[in-house]
């Protein structure tokens, strides 16, 4: 295998450091140091090199992973994960999630991982390859049988078993990195990276097709990998602290194309995967202080040469292209190029080398960072109370705090010192000198200065010329020669590949259809995929083996197809929009998790004490004080922000983006178009797109909503992609109704390379709003893109986050507007024997919201008038006996008024289904009553808030677009990896 690394690198100490616990360690704590041989052996190394690494890295990710505990023996708090039944509790939702088979003894655990390291390591390779193999590897290989589906979930500490060893071992390599030796004492020498690129709202809804969409997507995403991968292939993929590279597909394509990877390794690699734009536009490294900006640098050179390629690929395919037609007709036709994309892309990055621990907290108690929290509440702030004010001197692990060893009688004795270096005196506070217990200060100072860096951007001037615009962004100039424009684009569209003739060739690729013309950078998201993505005869350096543009072309659906039904080709020209009906419009669904800054902060970190083991959440409980920690009782401290759960933050939003998001779009018959983690851009048929949303808002949480019954499953189509009988996913743990559950999913019929076990994804604490826009196939794409961001912040601001907002925006210029909370939250529903209602409870909570139960039910009726029973006029007749009151009149007064005329409009126009079904008859009618029962508890609910959802239900029944795939059969593997 190739060896690439500079050779600063100490892949051995890394190696070392990755290996230092082996992953069964919580099985046998005790005398664990013997389990590592065979995994040693196996790379080549020894227990004796093992026992020379010095464990500063491992100390320091402890003290970033954990609350300082006491000494296990003088307080006598010992936890073995068999009593906890190998429970492993959600880092960020708090949930319990207790394995289906359990290893019968330790020895067979050990079995199970040591029997997974064959094939992944060879005592031949160097120790970089070896490196990147376990990394990358040992984790899924160990996890893949359904037996062993524990060993995915190894507790790191079996005190708090909230993270695992596999994110210990990873944090503990790379600080290792950043290790550095002075007076024979090694210590750690560690900066915080955060580095962006952008623009990226605006640069993606740039777009007049939906490969536009995709194709400004997957550059960011594309663009943002290489800049990882090159900092990975200097110092590891393990410093990558968020997004986490493992299982990446642009990483396991990287390392396949360097060598250390093979195709044997259930390596995420399909052209479907690649192709996905699943990654965020920023990054959190943790390097070497000495070489944090010279690798922030390799980055940001890494990126524009990168970027520099693609372009350059496309210029000159195009010229090639150009010239085969007509020669030099069109020389200079590239003459603003590379100043036009000079400017792209936009690169932010700030460096910010760690504190020791004491002057960060002084800082801190200064007011610097800003934090979120006040220091007086903020958990790091707590946990140093705890640590220096709540433990009994007698239970202090002396390890934890400035001390000094010395070893007599084979064992080790310690001393606590104080700030001088003198022996501590018996009344004095202790003092913490290990960097990783500031972890969350290090981010929040890095992220505070990055703020402030991207205000004080400076900005290139300028230069316009006196050409027409870019069609797009309507701020660039189109390109082409001088003087010779509008021939140049009309060429362009003529050209027999990359326009369109009057007599269609088999060659055309159709690139310029329409009468739009572009500049520069809009022209090179149109073409990279083709001109240097793609393997084709006539690229001479495609980035992929395979025909990226081809692969795209044939599984894009269009906005045609989604609209109408009908499969065409996706150029979606003036012409072809003019051919469908009146009546063909679509959906741009806008998904974006919830206060995000605030979870990657920390600031939604679950409590502290449904984080611990039983025996240790005793302990805490007991020696907690409430008066020195501004009267916050113990059940009130919230997790502190770690490395691991950094990890598990980035693992939870790839496994939504890798496996969940797509899946449920293509139920629907929707077209992906991007996936960054917690935020989704998507395209459906205008009358399942609701539906689709709160699909994907369930499996964002990982969890099921209490239903009524059975029925309410089979007839709600959100319910039934889910969980129905050829349902998607199975969401664990289960548990009773109004009970905190959930986070993490198993794929009911995974494909090749997929998990198998139950994978985490966000979890029940955490919440998600969506903006739906429903436009007409001939308004300009970038008007509805910006009308469904714009309903997405309205769900978030008018309707109070964990909400949705649906816009249609009629073809006549009439706008209708439904909204609000995916849950019934309301405190008058809470549960009268819990009267002190917490913020747990109200996330606990999984009602369904009446008003989703009822737009659905009304579509399903609407859309089959005849067969349903419920005639069409039902909506209207409703609408002119309520505007005689005032659409802006304050609802709850009015609410019996209401009800009395919905009852009269339902056995006037519901007839048909009250003879012949009376139970639906029935179950419509409570469904309208539970919405208005819903609506009355809020003061400031309007007359129009109940009866704009039955006017957009009858809309959408009359316009629903594509219909969606069917639930009744299952693709296959096969068909869905080709769809």
């Not at 009908?566 to 072809?576: A, V």
């Not at 400031?940 to 009866?947: A, G, Q």
Request: net charge negative; charged share 25%.
């Amino acid at each position: 295998m190739p060896d690439i690394s500079n050779n600063q690198t100490n892949w051995k100490a890394k190696l070392l450091a990755f290996l230092h616990d082996p992953p069964h360690k919580p099985f046998r704590i005790a005398g664990n140091e013997n389990q590592r041989a065979s995994a040693l052996i196996a790379c080549g190394l020894d227990v004796e090199e093992m026992r020379q690494w010095q464990k500063q890295p491992d100390w320091t990710a402890a003290a970033a992973d954990r609350l300082i505990f006491p000494d296990p023996a003088a307080s006598n708090v010992h936890t073995d994960w068999r009593d906890e039944n190998l429970a492993f509790i959600h880092p960020l939702a708090g949930t319990r999630l207790e394995p289906r088979y359990l290893p019968s003894t330790a020895d067979v655990a050990e079995d199970w991982v040591n029997c997974t390291m064959k094939g992944i390591a060879d005592a031949g390779h160097s120790h970089q390859a070896n490196f990147i193999r376990i990394w990358r590897l040992w984790r899924d290989h160990a996890a893949d049988l359904e037996r062993h589906e524990v060993l995915a979930y190894l507790v790191a500490d079996t005190r708090v078993p909230d993270h695992t060893l596999w994110q210990h071992n990873s944090i503990v390599s790379a600080l290792e990195t950043c290790t550095t030796a002075a007076n024979n004492e090694r210590h750690i020498d560690a900066a915080f990276l955060l580095f962006q690129i952008g623009p990226v709202q605006d640069f993606i809804a740039q777009a007049r097709k939906t490969q536009d969409l995709w194709s400004g997507s997957y550059l960011l995403s594309f663009l943002i990998a290489q800049g990882m991968l090159a900092i990975a292939d200097e110092v590891g993929p393990d410093v990558i602290v968020y997004p986490l590279l493992r299982g990446i597909p642009l990483a396991d394509w990287h390392w396949k194309q360097t060598g250390w990877l093979h195709d044997g390794d259930a390596l995420h690699t399909h052209p479907n995967e690649l192709l996905i734009p699943s990654l965020p536009n920023r990054f959190l490294a943790v390097l070497p202080r000495t070489r944090a900006v010279e690798l922030a640098e390799l980055a940001a050179h890494k990126i524009r040469g990168v970027w520099k390629n693609i372009h350059t690929a496309v210029r000159q395919w195009l010229d090639q292209q150009i010239r085969a037609e007509y020669g030099d007709r069109f020389n200079g036709w590239d003459v603003l190029w590379d100043e036009q994309l000079s400017v792209f892309p936009q690169i932010d990055y700030v460096v910010h080398n760690w504190k020791d621990t004491e002057t960060a907290l002084r800082e801190a108690a200064a007011g610097q960072p800003p934090l979120h929290d006040l220091w007086p509440v903020h958990p790091l702030h707590l946990a140093e109370l705890w640590a220096k004010d709540m433990i009994p001197p007698e239970h202090r692990d002396p390890r934890c705090y400035k001390h000094v060893r010395r070893r007599t009688d084979d064992r080790w004795h310690y001393s606590l010192l104080d700030d001088g270096g003198n022996p501590l005196l018996p009344k004095a506070r202790p003092l913490i000198d290990n960097p990783g217990f500031a972890w969350p200060l290090h981010y929040a100072t890095a992220d505070w200065f990055f703020a402030a860096k991207k205000l004080m951007r400076r900005f290139n001037r300028w230069h316009g010329y006196p050409r027409p615009k870019d069609a797009l962004d309507g701020r660039t100039e189109v390109i082409g020669p001088e003087g010779n424009v509008a021939e140049f684009w009309d060429a362009l569209r003529t050209h027999p590949v990359l326009g369109e003739k009057e007599k269609q060739e088999d060659r055309a690729e159709r690139h310029f259809v329409g009468r739009q013309s572009y500049g520069a950078l809009t022209i090179v998201k149109r073409l990279w995929t083709r001109a240097s993505l793609s393997n084709q005869n006539d690229v001479p350096q495609p980035f992929f083996d395979f025909d990226a543009a081809t692969c795209i072309r044939k599984n894009f659906r269009s906005v045609i197809e989604i609209a109408s039904g009908k499969k065409e080709t996706w150029d979606e020209t003036d012409e072809q929009l003019r051919l469908l009906p009146e009546e063909a419009y679509y959906a741009v669904l806008c998904f974006d998790g919830d206060e995000m800054g605030k979870w990657v902060s920390g600031a939604k970190a679950p409590p502290l004490l449904g984080q611990l083991s039983s025996e240790a959440r005793h302990y805490f409980d007991q020696h907690w004080r409430p008066e020195i920690a501004s009267e916050l009782k113990a059940n009130q401290v919230r997790r502190l922000l770690t490395p691991a759960y950094h990890a598990a933050l980035s693992e939870a939003l790839n496994h939504f983006a890798l496996y969940c998001v797509r899946p449920v779009i293509q139920r629907f018959g929707g077209q992906l178009i991007y996936c960054g983690g917690d935020d989704v851009l998507a395209m459906l048929p205008a009358a399942s797109a609701l539906a689709c949303a709160e699909a994907l808002y369930w499996t964002f949480r990982g969890q099921l909503p209490d239903t009524a019954d059975v029925d309410e499953v089979l007839n709600s189509p959100a319910l039934d992609v889910l969980a129905g009988r050829n349902g998607l996913f199975e969401f664990l743990p289960k548990g009773e109704p109004d009970t905190l559950r959930g986070g993490f999913v198993r794929i009911a019929e995974p494909l090749q390379n997929q998990p198998r076990w139950p994978f985490i994804v966000p979890g029940p604490r955490a919440t998600a709003s969506v903006g739906i826009a429903v436009g007409h196939v001939r308004s300009p794409m970038q008007d509805t893109i910006q009308a469904a961001r714009d309903a997405e912040q309205q769900a978030k601001k008018h309707y109070g986050r964990d909400a949705f907002c649906l816009r249609i925006l009629k073809r006549s210029g009439e706008a209708l507007e439904i909204g609000g909370h995916w849950r019934d939250t309301d405190p008058q529903l809470a549960d009268p024997a819990k009267p002190n209602q917490t913020e747990e409870h109200r996330l606990s909570i999984t009602r369904r919201h009446p008003r989703l139960v009822l737009i659905e039910s009304l579509i399903t009726h609407l859309a089959t008038p005849i067969t349903s029973g419920v005639s069409g006029r039902l909506p209207y007749q409703l609408g002119q006996l309520l505007r005689p009151l005032g659409l802006d009149a304050i609802l709850p007064p009015l609410a019996r008024v209401l009800r009395a005329e919905t009852h009269h409009v339902l056995q006037r126009q519901a007839e048909n289904l009250r003879e012949h079904n009376e139970q639906a008859f029935i179950r419509l009618q409570n469904q309208t009553d539970k919405f208005l029962e819903s609506l009355a508890r809020s003061p400031n609910t309007r007359v129009r808030d109940y009866l704009n959802p039955f006017l957009a239900a009858a809309w959408l029944a009359k316009h629903p677009g594509c219909a969606h795939t069917s639930t009744e059969t299952k693709p296959s593997t096969a068909e869905v990896h080709n769809a």
